[in-house]
């Protein structure tokens, strides 16, 4: 009995050690972002200027494709060398009028194809453009991108001159949120691009391997786009990420032009944006499915299969389990051996301490622009009870003091079980806090949501609820639930520098 | 890949090579900035705890 205790207790400390994990590969890869200039590929490049086709799927597009297509005619590139097909997937709106308007305005630069039968998803939608683009051999390079995307200027040749190293079949760009006037959501969205573009995708171009180009702003050689089969994936919901890893598993690079700068609208609700991550989560477990035979296995040409990259990977994607597991092993430990549940608890949060203040304050340097304007979002990004236990495990002196004080200041007498409570709650908050962010999507759409819902994000956290959505999209998958594209709304609001 | 002769696929008028230059220059100084920003952050960090330690960290 006693052997089995110890079996469980060891077991159980060891859930919740595996809880620090994601911390420290989070830490892992925020330092290698830091190393980012020993892998610069700005030697291997020139002033490039292939002739580009840009392919701009469009459904139901009309506030916002008008507007990208002016910008793409002011992009700073040779004129002749650039043609727009705006790939129209039977939209029901005025996008075909704008479409076509376009290319009477812009003769021979802007070409307008419709498909008369559509909502088969993106993938399908590019497969129509890319047969038209390769149909003669003027492309030398392909961009893809999105109808609501704002180009720069420059972010189009400071793409294109990494194409001039013929080792290199996909460039992809940073890109920013650039909704104004923006919400709560899209700052919390902000911040996070700054971590998950600016810092991730330096730190995977360290690791030599990307994991995504960024659907809004992913160029690649024609060359490459004809290794892979001259098609997009469209078995799955991540069809860039499906372009991104055969790239790579073709023998060709990826590279991240982080001074490439490119300007999209994000959901500014819980619903919008739950639906658009929904689909990531989803097509991102399709992906791990689908490349099963290349996690943890190294192979020559490419370094999908290393070590750091797997843990990368899983680390993101099994976030939710890691924290459920925690939490109910420290919730089983705490009736068990509420000592050891203490000192475990501890070590989790130290860790956690550790890795919020490093990669929150790294994250806001990296791009102060934007974390000027997201910098409450960033501190919040945990949730405000997260970071209040951030603080208690930071602080104890100070916060048992504080506590002592409001106890007294109440008139309630302090007693242990005051502080067993506390334990105990803040065990359970660790996967709770998925909960909580999850019931601002659920009251959103109700009277008091308008403040509800933000509440909910604030307090639960919009970390915890990008947890909450991988979640639902394991559940999703393992109902086998339809496979459905469902459009993220764009209403045309994105301000980005003229 | 190279041009094709005899197209308008000539570089934006600033002069490619001058841009190019300058903007890649601009680039490797911001990345080189990047890591000191990281190494600062690591020392915030580091500094951080050892206050924990030496004067936050009895209940």
Redesign the interface.
Known sequence: MGAALLGLKVLLVGFVMLGALPLLVANYQ??L?????RR?H?GK???Y???TTILIPAWNEESVIGRSVDRLMRL??????LRVYVVDDASTDRTPEVAAAKAAEYPGRVVHLRRDRGGEGKAATLNHGLAAALADDWA??ILIMDSDVIYER?SL??MT?H?AD?GVGSVTAYIKEGSRPGNYLTRFIGYEYITAQAGAR?SQEVLGVIACLAGGAQLH???NIEAIGGQIDHTTLAEDTVTTFETQRAGRQVVFE??ATVWAEEPGSIVGLWKQRLRWARGNIQVTRRFRHIWFRPQPGNRLGSVSFGLLWFCLLLLPVFMILASASLITLFFIDYQLAWTAFHALWLTNV?TY??IT??TL??DPDVGRHTWKEALLFPGAVNVAILVAA?????V?WLGHQLLAAAGIPYSLSWVRGVELFTYIWLAACMAVAFLGKVVESTRPGRVLGPLFVYVGGYGPLLCAITTAAYVKELRHAEVRWDKTEKTGKVAAPT | MSQPPGEDTGPPAAGPERVFSAEVDDAVRYERGLAVKCACCILLVALVLAARVYFFGQP
Request: proline content about 15%.
């Open positions: 925020f330092l972002a830091g190393l980012h200039f610069l700005y490049c020139r002033p200027f292939p002739r700073d590139y040779p004129r002749a060398a030398q390079a420059s040749r400071r001159r194409l013929p330096r050689s024609r060359a982080p001074h550790i203040l490093f304050s790294f340097t990296i930071l602080l104890p002196g100070p048992s």
